[in-house]
């Protein structure tokens, strides 16, 4: 580890230490006794009470009179102190939470123990078995402590920004300086700054003020609840903003991919991984065609029904009066309503809606000769696919798109649902999140890059990080040593 | 700005253009699962179709029609008269054509035009009926309920593990384009109350030129067909297998059935001018029966009874191939070997088979147990 000497002028370590730190709004330097005495310290780290009253009161109350560090160890009373004269230990501990305190002419300082573990909720949105169980409060101060926790990182920048008119909404853009795309960087800032809006209440109106396209359906900045789920993504080189007040991160840029990610898949190991983003992909694409390929089979191309198939799927649809069109829409709708109305109601009151939607409306419509059993199934197993998608948003967007896919099986069969994909896919091949393409790696190709999107590989490939924002710091590990094992013997 | 916009409402316009395509909702159409040809005379063919039988409550779940006409789907345009659903032909499964009709006009061009429907698929299973078809497909079988899917079951698994060469509507026209080739396709007999497989028809181009046992479908699909397993009961005279066995032999012939793992068949036309050929099928086998008491232990035995099989299959298989040849049809597709073996060969498919009747054959069949069986 390097080892740099402090300074003995407290200016000269106020400057070596804010230069180390370039841009950290959360940094505080506090000095007393017409600048002989300094006090350095992460805001959003520490317990602010303890520190007035451990701290500072006993150093105001000194007057100036005490000249070295042994005499204020002596009055401060605070279980863990340390002198130091290492800068790179100072920076370590103040990123911990710590205080450093430095008296003007001494080429030492004072490290007093202040930190305060930061509290995060249990996560609702994004559950993980094996991962963090924490989630973002709707604290900002809060919510950096709890990246800054798990990320001590000197690169880790915190630029602090108010958007809003009236409610001046205080943002913290997080980004690592050597591995964020400074053009990326800039970007955010810009929109941010140049954005004329009278309040921002949450973070999901933010990324709708200051997303590529405001016309697509597709969301391109990602929302999560999970410290850890920043921490992986700022370490790709993503950017994140956090709002005061708001339990939601905001991610740019971003992938489609991004949205099949949990932060679960690198908790896993990657063979397990492997298999269910696969599953979870196959249902998300399931998903927006199975109540579709329905409509055509059994509309136009009654030909590829196998014939084990046809007597049940006849059978089932004997009675229903409408075309298979309708009665998918119908379905499709109902579904909708019954999410709609769980979604809106009390916890319990939804358990009602439940048995509500399965047991009534689903048996008893096939009794009543509404909808064939299969297509119930069908549309069920839809539902049930959209729901694995990670993202609630991107959930909400793999429902929509079924319904027009549905009309253009109704109206053109098959045709209909390939002009659709045919549509859908120039329509993602357009979408950009901050100015990158959001099919990226498939589109551009970037082959090397697919450990990044679809696949998940073993952690030793992921020494190199991605070039998706063309990181200064390329590598996160050496990938010659990631190749190394060490047996036990050696 | 302007231009991209007309491009665009034209664009979109264009979709319309396209109209509405003609909708087949499944159940209010009539699936053909079958269908059948008989020669009525004058020149007509009487159609059958089978239909896949919708109503739940109805006894039967199919439904059977015919009517006479000049051409094939002119007695489907009459059969639709009388229906209440539109006759569609998207889930046909089975085509099955009258010896008779076979014998006189042909199939070709019967085949041909289910072949250009494309609702119609090429995994379709042809076959020859014996007798009237109609009266096979009309007929309440007591075991089967859908005598379409019925046949169409039988058929497919006869073929993908039985000793049935495969006989879908695409091989069948390849078979017929294909010079120096013939097509071969399974004959369906009605047997009192049930419908089974009885023979195997050989073609010369599309016309019914004799036809052999099932039994030896196994040699024709050797060479057809030769990656799938199958089975073959073997009958060879006690008297050459007296070495092997345990106690003096009860019958003169003994059987022994095994099951192949796979044959390699090879056919080498040794001299081109007098039109001699060398077939040779390597086949791996395991030994399933044997009707006579043997000592498998030990390890000669095995030998002994795989060279005698041998040496009774390939008399077997040359008395099949001379049968081929006495009545000018080529299932094994020895035209195509001579055709690629020989520089200039131009010949036309009649010309081959004038040629065939001169052709000579050594024929070999070598077997080799892999195993006795597996216990466990």
């Known amino acids: 580890m390097e080892h740099t000497h402090l300074p003995a002028s407290l200016d000269a370590a106020v400057k070596q230490v804010k230069q180390a730190l370039p841009i950290s709004a959360d940094l505080v330097v506090r000095t007393l006794h017409k600048r002989r005495m300094g006090v350095l310290f992460v805001n959003t780290l520490l317990d602010t009470e303890l520190l007035q009253r451990a701290v500072l009161a006993p150093l105001q109350r000194l007057g100036g009179h005490a000249q070295t560090l042994q005499a204020l160890m002596e009055i401060i009373p605070i279980a863990s102190l340390k002198v130091t004269d290492n800068l790179q230990q100072t920076l370590e501990f103040l990123l911990r ?21 930061p509290q995060g909720v249990i996560p609702e949105r994004e559950y993980a078995v094996i991962g963090q169980q924490t989630a973002f409060t709707e604290s900002l101060e809060n919510n950096v402590a709890l990246i800054r926790k798990l990320l001590p990182d000197t690169r880790l920048c915190n630029e602090s920004l108010t958007v809003g008119r009236r409610s001046k909404t205080r943002v913290s853009m997080l980004y690592i300086s050597d591995i964020a795309d400074e053009q990326n960087v800039i970007t955010l800032r810009q929109r941010m700054e140049d954005l004329e809006v009278d309040s921002v209440i949450a973070s999901s109106i933010l990324t709708q003020l200051i997303d590529d396209n405001s016309w697509t359906v597709f969301t391109q900045m990602l929302l999560t609840e ?56 196959v249902a998300m694409f399931g998903s927006t065609l199975m109540t579709a390929l329905y409509v055509a089979a059994l509309t136009y191309h009654y030909q590829v029904i196998p014939i084990n198939l046809l007597d049940s799927l006849i059978e089932s649809r004997l009675r229903v009066p409408f075309p298979p069109l309708y009665e998918a829409l119908l379905l499709e709708v109902i579904i909708e309503l019954l999410r709609e109305a769980g979604a809106r109601l009390p916890t319990k009151v939804g358990q009602t809606m439940g048995i509500v939607g399965g047991i009534v409306i689903g048996e008893a419509a ?43 099986a109704g109206w053109l069969g098959g045709l209909g649902i390939l002009l659709g994909i045919a549509f859908l896919m120039l329509h993602l091949l ?61 | 700005m302007r231009a991209r916009r007309v491009l665009l409402i034209s664009l979109a316009l264009s979709l319309f253009t396209t109209g509405c395509m003609r909708t087949n909702i499944l159940e209010q159409t009539g699936l053909i699962l079958m269908v059948g040809y008989d020669d009525a005379g004058e020149n007509k063919i009487r159609g059958t179709s089978l239909l896949y039988q919708v109503d739940p409550r109805a006894k039967e779940h199919t439904q059977v029609i015919s009517s006479v006409s000049a051409s094939s789907k002119g007695s489907r345009e009459i059969n639709n008269l009388g229906m209440a659903k539109k006759l569609v032909s998207g889930q046909l499964r089975v085509a099955l054509y009258s010896d008779e009709l076979v014998r006189k006009n042909g199939l070709f061009g019967l085949v041909d035009t289910l072949s250009r429907d494309a609702n119609v698929g090429r995994m379709v299973y042809i ?26 079951q039988d058929l497919k698994q006869n073929t993908l593990s039985g000793n049935l060469p495969s006989a879908t509507l695409h091989e069948f026209i390849r078979d017929y384009y294909e010079v120096g080739r013939d097509p071969v396709l399974p004959i369906l007999e009605k047997e009192k109350n049930k ?35 199958m089975y073959l009961e073997v009958r060879v005279k006690s008297q050459a297998l007296k070495p092997v066995l345990k106690q003096a032999p009860s019958k003169s012939e003994t059987a022994m059935m095994f099951s192949t793992l796979k044959q390699k068949p090879q056919i080498k036309l040794l001299d081109p001018q007098n039109l001699r050929f060398q077939i040779t099928l390597q086949i791996s086998a395991e030994l399933l029966e044997v009707s006579e008491p043997v000592d498998l232990s030990k390890p000669e035995t095995e030998k002994q009874l795989a060279d005698a099989i041998g040496h009774q299959m390939s008399l077997e298989l040359h008395e099949l191939l001379t049968q081929f040849i006495s009545l000018k ?16 060969s131009h010949f036309t498919r009649d010309e081959w088979h004038e040629m065939l009747s001169k052709a000579q054959l050594d024929t070999r069949v070598e077997v080799m147990f892999v195993r006795t069986g597996i216990v466990d």
């Open chain 1, 430 to 490: 357009r979408i950009t999140s901050l100015g990158h393409p959001f099919l990226w790696p498939m589109y551009p190709l970037r082959l090397r890059n697919w450990k990044e999107g679809l696949l998940r590989l073993r952690l030793p490939s992921y020494a190199k990080r991605s070039d998706f924002t063309r990181p200064e710091d390329a590598e996160r590990y050496s990938p010659a040593q990631a190749k190394q094992i060490h047996d036990i013997d050696e």
């Open chain 2, 127 to 152: 076959a020859v009926c014996r007798g009237q078809a109609q009266d096979l497909m009309a007929y309440r079988y007591p075991e089967t309920s859908n005598l379409g899917s019925f046949l169409y």
């Open chain 1, 97 to 117: 939470g710590w205080v450093y305190l430095h008296l003007d002419g001494i080429a030492q300082g004072l490290l007093i123990q202040t930190d305060q573990s």
């Open chain 2, 195 to 229: 419908v089974s497989i009885t023979g195997i028809a050989l073609f010369q181009n599309d016309r019914l030129a004799g036809e052999t046992s099932t039994r030896n479908g196994y040699y024709i699909k050797s060479f057809r067909d030769p990656h799938k397993p």
């Open chain 2, 329 to 344: 049809t080529d299932p094994i597709g020895l035209g195509e070997i001579y055709r690629s073996s020989v520089r200039g």
């Open chain 1, 366 to 408: 096939v009794q009543a000769g509404f909808t064939s059993n299969i297509l119930i199934m069908l549309v069920a197993l839809g539902a049930l696919s959209s729901f694995t998608s990670p993202n609630y948003m991107f959930g909400i967007v793999i429902r929509l798109l079924r319904f027009p896919m549905i009309l253009l």
């Open chain 1, 226 to 281: 999970r410290p850890d789920r920043v921490t992986y993504d700022l370490l790709e080189g993503k950017i994140a903003l956090l709002l005061d007040g708001n339990s939601l991160a905001i991610l740019a840029p971003c992938t489609l991919w991004d949205y099949m990610k949990t932060s679960e898949d690198y908790n896993t190991r990657w063979n397990l991984t492997m298999l269910i983003r696969a599953m979870r992909i």
